[in-house]
């Protein structure tokens, strides 16, 4: 039974978020770089350094921000991360362990960031990702003008109305 709950991140929990940021954001780079967006890093090079911390030290990363864990018979499985921004609250990262999708694991995240948020919800997301895309939208997420300049980033918004 997959439950979401906050992440320690002074203890326990760090290893297991920086892991999962990690395999996030190198899984980001190679597509990223398949794409010609980026400079391969290969399966075990190092991350870009302004990304590098948030698996090194999420803790030192994330500071201020909520991080949440997607726990499966005391595995963390999945991870999301928000903040508060002046349109409300940004999801920065979220990301399901390959093996364990395909069981809403990511709609309980989302649910519970979007449940807990004060107003409007947004993301950015890279328009190749069509299984978020998917998810983002089933879930009320709707297209918005981009708030960022990167080519192949789409911005969405959940309005708290």
Known sequence: MIHVRPADLSGVDARAVGVLVGAYLRQTEQEKADRGLADPIGPDGPLPPRYAAEAD????AFAGDEVLLAVDDERAVG????????????????????????????????????DGAPGDVRLSVWEWRAPALAVYRRLGFADVPSWDARPGLLCLVRSAA
Do not use: N, Y
């Open 57 to 60: 030290d999420p803790a030192l």
């Open 79 to 114: 991870v999301v991360v928000s903040r508060a921004v002046p349109e409300g609250t940004e999801i920065k990262r979220l990301w399901v362990d390959p093996g364990h999708r395909g069981r809403r694991i990511a709609d309980a995240l989302l649910s519970a960031v979007v």
